[in-house]
């Protein structure tokens, strides 16, 4: 057992003074108060009795010959990291204490002692190291619980994705995330939160590009009591949530001018100013940003403020779509496959080489959720504890890209438009966000294009 595991009436006490009445006097307090307790008459005693023995406390008298109290707890802290040191005081010698408390000593007492004073300080010191060494276990817990996610990919691009992953961790540095829909941006976002030193903060997610200009201004800054109609109650804003956390704002790109201008002022002087309010609330927050857009491209039209691209971009992570590191399909389709086995209580599978070989061979323009959703959709019709190439959806099995050559502008439309519903199957959500539209306009291409759903089991 460890001097971090051991209860209050184990806790033990070293006494250093060079005065044996008072090592003698403080040695009858402590023990008939239930502690173990030993004594040193000088520095260079306590430092060998520290060595070989464990102490949860040190009272340290500062005006000692030879080496001082301020030297010894300094010589204390090399050799014991752990343990409280509480410093011993003569009244002339408060500077001298304060010195100590700067330099990381508990408290201090000055003589002549009060029993019940000294009593209550060493039971303080006691709570305030087991209060100490439960939250470093509680860290450790929440460490082995919620680790960082697992990304999966030994593709070259995938590993320089992982190299950034832990290089700007240990920052605060705002993050862009780039990359094509369903590549795992958010999975990104997560990893990079939970290598952090805020990792045990919340990460408070917002996507900008599913909600109104005037809800994701109230969900982003908060709103007071009456700010506009249907405000019956203060809100808390995402800023003020994600406080000593990180703010991920993912489809950055659909935030509309209006909202740009006070997401900057946001960024730059981390204070918040609720719609309706006047009380200006300062929050610390870290900023991970993410989109499938061309943001360069929307500020050389005038769609996207250059001022607010550049306090985002200042650290850039690009995640390759998936036909691009084909190497990680085959990986991530067992990942896949282990995880929703042991959600949906099935036995555990596996995937016949004819299977693997369609898996590989398909472009994936749905990337890496696409690729997902089949697996799942494989496990679901399956009727043996083996992924058959006949489990697949019937798009897999074919290349599903437009063939651009001699074809018109609409007809490469139809067909990527085509493409895309049916890898999300037809969930209008996910192929608008693929698509980079938003539901109304995706609904109006369906119709202008006569596009229909394949019936039920055509994949």
């Not at 000294?118 to 209060?131: D, K, N, P, Q, T």
């Not at 099995?397 to 085509?418: D, F, K």
């Amino acid at each position: 057992m460890t001097s971090a595991e051991r209860t209050t009436q184990q806790s033990a006490i070293l006494i250093v003074d060079d005065e044996p009445i008072v090592q003698q006097s403080l040695a009858e307090w402590f023990r008939s108060d239930g502690y173990e307790v030993d004594s040193a008459g000088s520095a260079k005693e306590a430092l060998r009795k520290v060595a070989e023995g464990r102490y949860d406390i040190a009272l340290v008298d500062i005006k000692m010959p030879g080496m001082d109290g301020l030297e010894l707890q300094s010589r204390l802290a090399e050799v014991e990291p752990d343990l409280t040191v509480i410093m011993i005081t003569a009244y002339a010698s408060v500077d001298s204490a304060v010195q100590a408390l700067k330099a990381g000593a508990f408290d201090y007492v000055t003589k002549p002692f009060d029993p019940d004073e000294l009593s209550h300080l060493v039971r303080r010191a006691i709570e305030h190291r087991s209060l100490r060494f439960e939250n470093i276990r509680l860290k450790e817990s929440l460490d082995a619980i919620a680790g960082a996610p697992t990304i999966i990919g030994d593709s070259p691009g995938m590993r320089h994705v992982l190299d950034l992953v832990e290089a700007v961790s240990e920052t605060d540095a705002t993050v862009l995330i780039r990359g094509d829909s369903g590549t795992g941006k958010e999975l990104v976002a997560r990893a990079i939160h939970a290598k952090s030193g805020r990792r045990y903060n919340p990460m408070v997610v917002v996507n900008c590009g599913a909600l109104a200009e005037g809800i994701l201004e109230s969900e982003l800054f908060g709103h007071e009591k009456g700010a506009f109609t249907g405000a019956q109650y203060r809100h808390k804003g995402k800023f003020e949530m994600a406080d000593g956390g990180t703010i991920f704002l993912d489809e950055i790109g659909a935030v509309s001018q209006r909202v740009q201008v006070e997401l900057l002022r946001v960024l730059e002087d981390k204070v918040v100013t609720r719609v309706g309010g006047q009380t200006p609330i300062s929050v610390d927050f870290r900023v991970i940003a993410a989109t499938n857009q061309d943001l360069e491209a929307m500020v050389e039209a005038g769609d996207f403020r250059e001022d607010l691209f550049w306090r985002l971009n200042v650290f850039t992570v690009e995640i390759p779509p998936l036909r691009e590191r084909p190497e990680d399909i085959i990986a991530l389709a067992h990942h896949f496959l282990e995880q929703y086995c042991h959600a949906m209580n099935r036995p555990h599978s596996n995937i016949t080489p004819e299977a693997l070989e369609v898996l590989g061979s398909y472009s994936w323009p749905g990337n890496v959720r696409e690729l997902e959703n089949a697996i799942e959709r494989a496990i679901v019709v399956g009727k043996e504890c083996v992924v058959r190439s006949e489990d697949l959806p019937v798009r897999v099995h074919g290349s599903t890209e437009p063939v651009v050559n001699g074809s018109s502008l609409a007809e490469v439309e139809r067909a990527h438009i085509l493409s895309v519903l049916n890898a999300m199957e037809w969930n209008i959500s996910k192929s608008a966000e693929a698509l980079g539209v938003d539901r109304g306009t995706l609904y109006n291409k369906i119709k202008r294009y006569g596009l229909q759903r394949p019936p039920d089991g055509a994949g």
